[in-house]
């Protein structure tokens, strides 16, 4: 049993990485079921795969509301009772139920219902909650302090987690939860690149410039100071060779998007394509944009790094030594810059030295 939030075509990276490890889990022999959201209706389908069987369920969900973080709690608490009534019976009979951190706090829901569950209950702690809420505030509430107690006390009755990094198995220490419970297993890239995959067109804006790709969600884990500031020093006492490419969402995007119009510097901005798309799409640009808040360190692991890592093209990364992100690119690409947040004399510099190695296009 497995539950997640978002589930393809619907665009969000958990759900797309369950519905590969159920697929993957069926294929080995496996009775899967899996259950999420879903934009379009309520639908469900089963399909024998390799030796097993794989049962996807997808729940009618409104969008995530963005703009009160009241609503967006109420939306959280009614969608993850949803998930577990709709899923209750195969709760019951599952010998595994896998959960995720998407949607945040089904931890509150199925560890005190743990007597029910025949099966072992493993967190796969895709992004720390509340840690995330705490992170970004100047200073966390004496609530969010209280629901923090309250989830690291259900987290110590978990049976078994799955980490998607080092750091993040430091984080979950620190909590109290024992070594012995977790295992490093890490996303991987939701593409394989074969060598048949044909580049997406590149947009006509960035002709004739040196593209830099920040593809995905681009959200409040995600730094942005350093990379506007720095951008702009590279436009302004720079060649300005390198152009920014935007293929993302949220409240990140906006405001980079936002900034960089003000300011009246050259980007791009386009919607994320659909996962059949998007080998095509980190094939095109000359270089990958990837960035962290050092609060956000070990609470939020950016997947992307991986398909980024296997599309061969120079990766740039903004945010700690101290996250896997720069452990995966520095191992797995020598074209590789890091810059610590807020180093925009070095994020300018980057520019420069991506600019020189960039690859003459056809």
């Given at each position: 049993m497995i539950?997640?939030?978002?589930?393809?075509?619907?665009?969000?990276?958990?759900?797309?990485?369950?519905?590969?490890?159920?697929?993957?889990?069926?294929?080995?022999g496996h009775d899967v079921t899996l259950i999420g959201l879903s934009s379009t209706g309520r639908?469900?389908?089963?399909?024998?795969?390799?030796?097993?069987?794989?049962?996807?369920?997808?729940?009618?969900?409104?969008?995530?509301?963005?703009?009160?973080l009241l609503r967006r709690l109420l939306w959280t608490i009614w969608t993850n009772l949803r998930l577990v009534a709709a899923s209750f019976r195969s709760l019951r009979t599952a010998d595994a139920i896998l959960f995720t951190g998407s949607p945040p706090f089904l931890i509150h829901v199925l560890?005190?219902?743990?007597?029910?569950?025949?099966?072992?209950?493993?967190?796969?702690?895709?992004?720390?909650?509340?840690?995330?809420?705490i992170a970004a505030r100047d200073r966390p509430s004496?609530?969010?302090?209280?629901?923090?107690?309250?989830?690291?006390f259900w987290r110590r009755r978990i049976d078994a987690f799955e980490v998607l990094g080092i750091d993040q198995?430091?984080?979950?220490?620190?909590?109290?939860?024992?070594?012995?419970?977790?295992?490093?297993?890490r996303d991987g890239s939701p593409v394989v690149f074969a060598g048949h995959e044909q580049a997406e067109p590149?947009?006509?804006?960035?002709?004739?410039?040196?593209?830099?790709?920040?593809?995905?969600?681009?959200?409040?884990?995600?730094?942005?100071?350093?990379?506007?500031?720095?951008?702009?020093?590279?436009?302004?006492?720079?060649s300005g060779r390198v152009h920014l490419w935007l293929s993302a969402t949220g409240g990140g995007a906006d405001e980079v998007a936002a900034r960089l119009g003000r300011r009246g510097l050259p980007f791009h901005r386009s919607a994320p394509v659909a996962l059949e798309r998007l080998a095509g799409l980190l094939l095109t640009p000359d270089a990958h944009l990837v960035t962290l808040k050092d609060a956000f360190v070990g609470f939020v692991m950016p997947s992307k790094i991986?398909?980024?890592?296997?599309?061969?093209?120079?990766?740039?990364?903004?945010?700690?030594?101290?996250?896997?992100?720069?452990?995966?690119a520095r191992?797995?690409?020598?074209?590789?810059?890091?810059?610590?947040?807020?180093d925009v004399a070095g994020f300018a510099a980057a520019l420069e030295g991506i600019a020189e190695a960039a690859r003459p296009r056809s």
């Open positions: 539950l997640a939030d978002w589930l393809p075509p619907d665009f969000g990276a958990v759900g797309q990485y369950m519905q590969m490890r159920a697929r993957a889990l069926a294929e080995q639908e469900t389908r089963s399909e024998t795969r390799g030796k097993g069987r794989l049962t996807e369920q997808r729940l009618m969900a409104s969008p995530v509301p963005r703009t009160s560890a005190p219902l743990r007597f029910l569950w025949r099966g072992r209950l493993v967190y796969r702690i895709t992004d720390f909650h509340p840690e995330c809420l004496w609530a969010l302090r209280l629901l923090l107690s309250v989830t690291n198995r430091r984080r979950l220490r620190q909590t109290g939860v024992p070594e012995a419970r977790m295992t490093l297993v590149l947009p006509q804006p960035l002709a004739g410039t040196v593209v830099l790709l920040y593809s995905g969600n681009y959200g409040v884990a995600h730094e942005v100071e350093t990379v506007v500031e720095g951008y702009e020093r590279h436009h302004r006492l720079g991986y398909a980024c890592v296997d599309s061969g093209r120079p990766i740039l990364f903004v945010g700690s030594a101290d996250s896997d992100v720069d452990l995966i191992s797995g690409r020598r074209d590789y810059w890091h810059v610590m947040c807020g």
